[in-house]
């Protein structure tokens, strides 16, 4: 007998019991919001700000950088080098 199983963090049932997990890796292609194609282009380290790490996003189609922190949000930036500082 299969026993459902629901998200944590939506209550939503889940077809499988697998998260729906993306990949932040340099490189990869991620969706933030509704953002999508947006690709990795590096990890920004932020010690003693007790902030988790920032990435750096590239949008292929706008030729636009992003700077996202994840429970922080996303924030639009001039250059790949605003968006690495």
Known sequence: MAFATYSSRTGRKTSNGAKATQSWAIGETVKVGF?????????????????PDAYVLWAPKSDK?????????????DSLKDALV
């Open 35 to 51: 953002m999508t194609s947006l690709e990795v282009v590096a990890k920004v380290a932020t010690p003693g700000d007790h902030a």
């Open 65 to 77: 950088f992003f700077r996202f922190t994840p429970h922080r949000g996303i924030e639009r930036r």
